[in-house]
């Protein structure tokens, strides 16, 4: 075997033979393994990315309430009131544009 940088590298033969205990090295150490023939690489053994957990539930317990969000709302609405609606009117320039 030999090492190179980060992955070690290692001929088929040698890898045939040693198959299960690379994999198991490869799982302990997280490095991969380079496979080679006849000195050129062919192949890796590398270990497998994590599993990414789900977004389901991610902001669990980040959220407080603060006061009672059940009850009506004092408020009257400005739709329902009308006090808003010159907001709304048309003016004699927009209305000959939309034309």
């Known amino acids: ?11 088929a033969a040698q890898f ?9 090295q490869v799982a302990k150490t ?9 000195g050129r690489p062919v192949a890796q ?6 599993a990414v957990d789900s977004c389901f539930g991610y902001m669990k317990d980040t959220l407080r ?6 009850s009506p709302v004092d408020a009257e609405w400005s ?6 609606d010159h907001l709304y009117e048309r003016t004699p320039a927009k209305a000959a544009r939309k034309k």
């Not at 075997?1 to 001929?11: D, E």
């Open 1 to 11: 075997m030999v090492t190179c940088g980060i992955a070690m590298k290692i001929p």
């Open 16 to 24: 045939k033979a040693e198959c299960l205990r690379l994999m198991d």
């Open 30 to 38: 997280r490095k991969p393994v380079v496979i080679t023939k006849h």
């Open 45 to 50: 053994l590398a270990p497998v990315a994590a």
């Open 65 to 70: 309430i603060t006061g009672d969000v059940l």
């Open 79 to 84: 739709a329902i009131s009308g006090d808003e």
